[in-house]
Every structure is written in structure tokens, then in C-alpha cells.
């Protein structure tokens, strides 16, 4: 599995979502890593920011989205009339 599945498998674990530091305990992949590959990711969004617990500055809580199996490919008008796009 690459770094990227199995940060996303980590979060689809976690509803909720993960800080990086938490990504990279719950995954076993190093911090540099999981801070490299996830903002690389399409799917891995920033849903909230958790206030610190001392001195740290706010961290980022990420989330993964959930890709519908049957997404519709998208659709331009042409004269008025929607066409599927190829």
C-alpha cells in the first residue's frame, strides 16, 4: 500500500478525524511523510481546528472524503440543451 491509502484508510477509521500526529501514530507511517503526502491528496480535507492543549498552536483535524461508487459524470449545455460532456 503507498502512503497515501493508508492514510486514507486510517481516516475512513475515524469519522471524526485525525490531527497529522494522530495520523501518523495510528497508521505507523513517518510525520514527514503523512504531512508531505496528505496535502497532496484530493480527497483529505481540513474540517476543523482543535484548539491546543498547551503551548501548540491550533492543529488541523483532517478528514477523508467518501467517494460516491456511481458519480455522474458531469454535464455542459450546448444551444440550451444539456449534453454529456466525453
Not at 30 to 51: C, E, F, G, L, T
Not at 66 to 76: D, F, G
Request: net charge positive.
Amino acid at each position: 500500500m503507498t502512503t497515501a491509502e493508508i492514510i486514507r484508510a486510517t481516516l475512513r477509521k475515524h469519522n471524526d478525524g485525525l490531527t497529522l500526529v494522530e495520523i501518523a501514530e495510528q497508521s505507523g507511517s513517518p510525520y514527514r511523510n503523512v504531512h508531505r503526502v496528505i496535502k497532496n491528496m484530493a480527497d483529505a480535507y481540513i474540517d476543523r481546528w482543535q484548539s491546543p492543549a498547551s503551548s501548540f498552536p491550533y492543529q488541523a483535524v483532517w478528514c477523508v472524503v467518501e467517494v460516491p461508487e456511481n458519480c455522474p459524470h458531469p454535464t455542459k449545455e450546448k444551444n440550451g440543451k444539456r449534453t454529456e460532456s466525453i
